[in-house]
């Protein structure tokens, strides 16, 4: 795994970090110069958005690192600037140790980590643009299809089983199938497939 990068200014936030990314991680002091300071192909960034780290200076970093962001208060404006300009991760601050855990494997395994809401902002302005041609139509079952079109309006697992009258289980295995047969790996991919037909 690439040797994590921390920048922190709450020392109380320190602690899970430090946990999750193990003994091999490095507390930052400032973000100057990093490329420089370090291989950027074997190491990964945890930075906390703050007034001493602006959004402009991270998304610099992000063009060389793999950059994890983490907000005292995550909003899905801020999480959309960060995601459209490169940023892998965007975590609360606090977040326990088992979610940073997740994060980091789920970047390690190449994918982005979007939590709910800035996820569901993401769909939906995707959505927004331009209707798709229908021929991924003719791969999917009618409930399948069903289920996409409600994925496209950015609803949940749980608002999609409510609308169709079946069980979130059932929702995540027709999901399961849609991945599938269009060969993507989350609903974000399958979005931009759909709207790129």
């Not at 990964?44 to 994890?68: G, M, R, T, Y």
């Not at 395994?109 to 021929?135: C, D, K, R, T």
């Not at 079946?166 to 995540?172: H, L, N, Y």
Request: charged content about 25%; proline content about 2%.
């Amino acid at each position: 795994m690439k040797c994590p990068l921390i920048f922190v200014q709450d020392p109380s936030a320190l602690k899970n970090w430090l946990k999750a990314c193990g003994t091999e991680s490095k507390i930052l002091y400032d973000l100057v110069d990093l490329s420089q300071r370090f291989e950027t192909e074997s190491h990964i960034l945890l930075i906390q958005i703050s007034d001493n780290s602006p959004i402009d200076e991270v998304i610099k970093l992000a063009k060389d690192f793999d950059v994890i962001c983490f907000a005292n208060e995550p909003n899905n404006a801020e999480g959309l600037q960060l995601f459209q300009n490169g940023v892998k991760g965007y975590v609360n601050t606090f977040a326990t140790v088992e979610r940073i855990e997740q994060v980091l494997a789920t970047i390690k395994a190449g994918s982005i980590w979007l939590g709910q809401n800035v996820m569901a902002a993401m769909i939906s302005s995707i959505s927004g643009h331009e209707q798709s041609q229908e021929a991924w139509k003719d791969l999917l079952t009618d409930r399948e299809q069903e289920t996409v079109e409600l994925v496209l309006q950015s609803n949940t697992n749980k608002e999609i089983a409510h609308k169709l009258g079946i069980t979130e289980r059932t929702v995540k295995s027709h999901l399961h199938n849609v991945f599938e047969k269009l060969d993507v790996t989350d609903r974000l991919a399958l979005v931009l497939k759909i709207k790129n037909w």
